[in-house]
């Protein structure tokens, strides 16, 4: 392909709408073009890329035994009502009425579709397993659309879903995916961590998340180098170091006048803030339950955790009105002196709670708080459970050693679905026996435009983008310094002939344009290499530069073919 008959508008400025380092590059590149707020164009350049990752993701499905399919991005309200997902999906899903009145969701995903193909045309085990994906384009109104291409309200997506006769199955096809996906992100070239995840709205009783590695990742994980142990905070566990116990003493109320936030009551009152408790106020945003929560001082409450414990949509903090409404105090709430459940209060306790002795609480009363609670003999609560967050230093629960912290950018997501479309959906099957089972369903999906976007965030500099070569929207760019030089131009023509002749796709710069603004425009876009014919072109002697290393060499017009070569098994 020539410059000069290519469609690129690369730009000097960054727009202002850019925050994150590759929504800056896409659009500086030329990549990406805004229609509006969370949805774009792909110009070729991008596209290019776009469908080198959509082509690796097809391969390793195929090659797992997935099959591919293309399923409808308009779907009737119908089958979401079945399966108990249109009430409670949210604001996110794109909702339209066609011309008779009739409800419609624009496909965020395709979970009710493939399970109402499936429950028709597949009746026994003898049929099963099977996998079946697809890669297409997806609606989701987020309500602030932002940093382009890793959170827009289209974009592209690979989802595959498995059918199972039971969960050995389910199980084997589980790990079946997680190897196709992995090998996804090492063609791609991307430096990524499997963690375990929460199933959010897709739902389930187990899930994977692909992070790639990245300081501007939204997601934080928790993992252990010692033992290779990975999470997302909403998932992650950790082993809580025992405090030493002490003879229990009897509760005292005492006076802290507005001393409401937990360090200033260790401050006042001289206590260890690993032996205070917070009490944490919320409600099930479905029915206004209320709930407190119960956490060690020095640890924060994991709202997600809670959300799953309690097995709802969502939970909210009370508001200063709601608790007062409860006869409570805020800055002064706590599980002690005070009939809690006659107030219709669900108490929740992190397990670091109950076993601290002599615990300082909130005294139920304005500006008082009691000092040597215990647990079991002073309260007991309605649910122990782990509802902490964990943080960098916590002890790994597997093996002991200190806990990291890392920022990713979440670009796959597997799923043991299990039963819960198959069943609400009818999706069974004859087992050996004649025996009608529901089948286990498996959800797995890959963001192929996030992973895009997640690349440039790894792989760049003060330049412009670092495309690894299996994913780079041309390999070599040839780039004749002076266009009006006739040794020049003729090297770079024969150069850029052999390159293509040989496999290596490769962009000739034919522009009449300033070597600097070639090369810039070069960096900027990221190919992986330059072959420069320049100064030396007469002699047969071109310029190899490398996009990654900036490591420059002189070599001969006949070695450039096989030097690219080499270079690509590395790069």
């Keep these: 392909m020539r410059f000069s008959k290519y469609y690129v508008k690369t ?282 929560v119960l956490i060690r001082g020095d640890i924060e409450v994991n709202e997600v955790k809670v959300k799953n414990l309690i097995n709802t949509i969502d939970i909210v903090m009370l508001t200063d009105e709601e608790i007062s409404k409860l006869g409570l105090f805020k800055g002064f709430i706590g599980p002690y002196g005070m009939d809690l459940k006659s107030k219709g209060i669900t108490v929740i306790a992190d397990e670091s709670v109950v076993e601290i002795t002599n615990h300082t609480a909130g005294g139920n009363q304005p500006d008082t708080h009691y000092l040597n609670v215990n647990y079991g003999r002073d309260y007991t609560v309605d649910i122990v459970a782990d509802v902490r967050t964990v943080k960098e230093g916590d002890i790994c629960s597997i093996c002991g050693k200190p806990l990291r912290v890392a920022r990713g950018i979440e670009c796959g997501h597997i799923f043991k679905l299990g039963k819960k479309y198959s069943e609400p959906m009818h999706a069974v099957v004859l087992d050996e026996n004649g025996k009608e089972v529901v089948m286990e369903m498996g959800c797995y999906g890959i963001g192929v435009s996030r992973t895009m976007a997640a690349s440039i965030e790894q792989n760049n500099d003060e330049n412009g983008i670092i495309w690894p070569v299996s994913i780079a929207p041309y390999v070599v760019d040839v780039i004749a310094t002076n266009m009006k030089d006739e040794d020049q131009v003729n090297l770079a023509e024969e150069l850029y002939g052999a390159l293509t002749n040989n496999g290596v796709e490769t962009i000739y710069d034919d522009r009449n344009e300033r070597a600097g603004f070639k090369f810039k425009d070069a960096d900027l876009i990221g190919f992986p290499f330059k072959v420069v014919c320049g100064k030396k072109s007469a002699e047969g002697i071109v310029e190899l530069k490398i996009r990654r290393t900036g490591e420059t060499m002189e070599i001969g017009k006949d070695q450039v073919v096989e030097t690219v070569k080499e270079l690509m098994k590395k790069y």
């Design 11 to 292: 730009l000097k400025e960054t727009p202002k709408e850019a925050e994150v380092v590759s929504h800056k590059l896409l659009l500086r590149s030329g990549m990406i073009k805004k229609l509006a707020s969370g949805v774009y164009s792909y110009l070729p350049l991008g596209y290019r890329t776009l469908r080198k990752i959509e082509n690796i993701v097809r391969e390793e499905m195929e090659r797992a035994g997935a099959v591919e399919v293309f399923m409808p991005v308009l779907q009737p309200a119908e089958i979401w009502q079945e399966s108990g997902r249109w009430d409670v999906m949210g604001e996110e899903m794109i909702r339209i009425k066609d011309r008779h009145e009739r409800d419609f969701v624009l496909g965020p995903t395709h979970e009710e579709t493939i399970t109402d193909i499936v429950r028709n045309d597949i009746f026994s085990y003898k049929a099963l397993p099977i996998n079946l994906y697809q890669i297409q384009t997806k609606f989701r109104d987020e309500r602030r659309p932002r940093f382009g291409l890793m959170r827009g309200r289209e974009f592209l997506m690979t989802d595959g879903y498995s059918f199972s006769v039971d969960r050995a199955g389910l199980d084997k096809e589980f790990e079946n995916m997680q190897q196709a996906y992995s090998k996804v992100f090492e063609r791609c070239g991307l430096d990524f961590r499997i963690v375990d995840a929460d199933s959010g709205a897709i739902g389930g009783n187990g899930s994977r998340e692909f992070h790639v590695m990245a300081n501007s990742g939204e997601d934080e994980l928790i993992f252990c180098d010692s033992c290779h142990y990975g999470a997302n905070v909403e998932k992650a566990t950790n082993k809580l170091t025992s405090l030493p116990k002490e003879e229990l003493k009897e509760p005292v109320l005492v006076p802290t006048p507005n001393i409401a936030k937990i360090e200033d009551v260790v401050a006042n009152l001289g206590v260890e803030i690993e032996r205070t408790v917070k009490a944490i106020m919320y409600k099930d945003v479905v029915t206004d339950a209320p709930y407190m």
